[in-house]
C-alpha cells in the first residue's frame, strides 16, 4: 500500500512539472494601462524584474506604482534611485519591461485545502469500511492518504496557476 502512495506521489510531482510549463503572458501597455493591471491583479509586494531603456535589468521588490515611476525596495542595483524609508523610485521613463517572478492566483492554495479535504473523507470512509479493525500498516497507509493528498491537490492547483505577466511598456 505504502508503495502505490509513493509512486502517487512522484507521478504527481512529474505531472506537475510538465503542467507547471506555460508560457508567461506578454502585456503590451501604456504606464496608465500598466498601473491599472497592477492594482487589479494585485501584483504590489512581489519580486519584479525591471528591464531599463539602456539594457541594463533590475531585481527588486515592488512597493507601489506611481505616476513617476516604480517604487521599488532599494539595494544595490537601486541606490541611483534611493528616496527615504529604504524606497527607491526607478523613473517611468527609464523602464521598459516589466516581469513579475512567480504565478498569479490562488490555485495551489485552494486545491490543497480540497485535497486535505477530500483525503480526510476517503480515509474517514476507508477506516469505517474496516469495521474498527484498522491494525498496523493498514492504518498507517491510511492516515498517510491526508497529506498525500493535500500535496497532490497543492501541486495541481499550482500546475494550473499561470505564470505572472510580463509588461511591455509602450512610449
Do not use: H, Y
Not at 497592477?38 to 521588490?61: M, Y
Amino acid at each position: 500500500m505504502i508503495r502505490r502512495a509513493l509512486t502517487a506521489c512522484i507521478a504527481m510531482l512529474m505531472a506537475a512539472d510538465l503542467g507547471s510549463a506555460g508560457e508567461r503572458m506578454i502585456v503590451k501597455t501604456d504606464w496608465a494601462g500598466f498601473q491599472d493591471q497592477v492594482a487589479q491583479r494585485k501584483l504590489k509586494n512581489r519580486n519584479v524584474r525591471i528591464s531599463l531603456a539602456s539594457g541594463d535589468q533590475i531585481k527588486a521588490r515592488l512597493m507601489r506604482v506611481e505616476e513617476s515611476g516604480i517604487v521599488v525596495s532599494s539595494n544595490r542595483a537601486t541606490k541611483q534611485w534611493v528616496s527615504n524609508k529604504g524606497e527607491a523610485t526607478v523613473p517611468r521613463d527609464a523602464i521598459s519591461s516589466v516581469r513579475f517572478d512567480g504565478r498569479v492566483g490562488r490555485g495551489g492554495q485552494i486545491a490543497g485545502l480540497v485535497g486535505l479535504g477530500t483525503g480526510a473523507v476517503v480515509t474517514g470512509i476507508w477506516a469505517s469500511g474496516m469495521g474498527g479493525t484498522c491494525e498496523g500498516g493498514s492504518c498507517g497507509a491510511a492516515l498517510f492518504l491526508i497529506p498525500l493528498a493535500a500535496v497532490g491537490g497543492w501541486l495541481i492547483g499550482r500546475a494550473t496557476a499561470q505564470p505572472a505577466p510580463l509588461f511591455d511598456i509602450q512610449r
